[in-house]
C-alpha cells in the first residue's frame, strides 16, 4: 500500500498521562490512502516490541468505554491502536440518539474504505513499536462486525475477537458482505462473543462447521447485546468477565499474547 503524506503526519500529535503505571499512552496521525487518521495508542511503558492489537470502536466512536479498553489491553502487554475509523463522515458527539447514530453517521461509511484504514493502521504500528508478525484484532458491537471482515481479508492476523455486532443485514455498495456472508473463507480464527440466543448467531454457528472453519462463536443466552460495555444499562458483569477471559486465551492460543503480561 502506498500512501502520500505531504509531510503532515511525521509523529504523534500530543501525549497524555494515565493512571495506569505500567504503560503509556499518546495520540497519533496514521497515514492513509487519501487522508489523515486520528489514533489513540496505548502500549507497555518498558517493552521495545509488543504484538500489536487493533482495537476497533462501537458506533459512538473513539469515546472513555473505548479508551479504557484499550488501557486494560496495554497493561496485559498489548500494542493497542485505536484508529478514528469515522473521521470522514462525521462525529459521533454531535448525536444525542443512538439510531441517528447508526442511520446518519455509521451507514455512510463504506465497509472498504474501513478495511484500507485498517491496513494503514497495521502498517504504523509496525512503524512504532508493534510487531506485525503478532497481529490481532478485536471489535466491539460495531466494530465486532469490521473485525470479522478484517479477518476475512488480513491474512497476516493470526487472531481475532468479535464482541456482538452485525452478523448480516441490507446489503449495498457501502456494505456489500456481512460477517454470514464470510463463514467459508476465514484463515483467520475468529471467536465472536455473542448475547443471546440469536436465530442468526445459531446460522452463522452452522455455517462455520460446515466449513471446518477454526472460529467459533460463544454465545450468553440470558444476556442482552453490548454486555460489556460498563457505562451502559445493557452490562452483565458475569458475562463480560467471562469473555474478557476468553479473548485473553484466544489470543494467546493462537500466538498473539505478549511473552509476559505485566504486573
Known amino acids: 500500500m502506498t500512501t502520500s503524506c505531504n509531510g503532515r503526519c511525521a509523529g504523534p500529535v500530543s501525549t497524555v498521562g494515565i493512571e495506569w503505571p505500567g504503560i503509556v499512552v499518546r495520540a497519533a496521525l496514521i497515514c492513509t490512502l487519501d487522508d489523515i ?7 507497555p511503558r518498558h517493552t521495545d516490541t509488543a504484538p500489536i492489537l487493533l482495537l476497533i470502536h462501537e458506533v459512538f466512536g473513539l469515546d472513555r468505554y473505548i479508551r479504557d479498553v484499550a488501557h486494560r489491553l496495554a497493561a496485559q502487554g498489548y500494542f493497542v491502536l485505536v484508529p478514528d475509523l469515522f473521521i470522514r463522515q462525521g462525529d459521533p458527539a454531535v448525536f444525542d440518539l443512538e439510531q441517528d447514530l447508526q442511520t446518519k453517521l455509521a451507514a455512510r461509511v463504506p465497509d472498504e474504505q474501513v478495511l484500507d484504514d485498517l491496513d494503514a493502521a497495521v502498517a504504523w504500528a509496525g512503524q512504532n513499536g508493534g510487531d506485525v ?6 471489535g466491539f458491537s460495531w466494530g465486532g462486525r469490521i473485525a470479522w471482515l478484517y479477518a476475512a481479508r488480513e491474512r497476516r492476523l493470526r487472531a481475532a475477537v468479535a464482541w456482538c455486532g452485525l452478523l448480516d443485514g ?7 458482505r456481512h460477517p454470514i456472508d464470510l463463514a467459508g473463507q476465514l484463515d483467520t480464527p475468529v471467536l465472536g462473543l455473542h448475547g443471546g440466543p440469536d436465530a442468526t448467531t445459531q446460522r452463522l454457528r452452522a455455517l462455520l462447521a460446515q466449513a471446518h472453519s477454526a472460529s467459533i462463536v460463544h454465545e450468553y443466552p440470558e444476556v442482552p447485546p453490548a454486555f460489556h460495555a460498563h457505562y451502559r444499562g445493557s452490562f452483565r458483569e458475569e458475562a463480560a468477565q467471562d469473555g474478557w477471559a476468553r479473548m485473553l486465551d484466544w489470543f494467546e492460543r493462537h500466538g498473539v499474547a505478549p511473552a509476559s503480561a505485566l504486573d
Request: hydrophobic share 40%; no cysteine.
Open 37 to 43: 487518521m486520528p489514533a489513540y495508542v496505548a502500549r
Open 133 to 138: 508478525s503478532r497481529l490481532g484484532v478485536t
Open 170 to 176: 441490507e446489503r449495498n455498495a457501502l456494505r456489500p
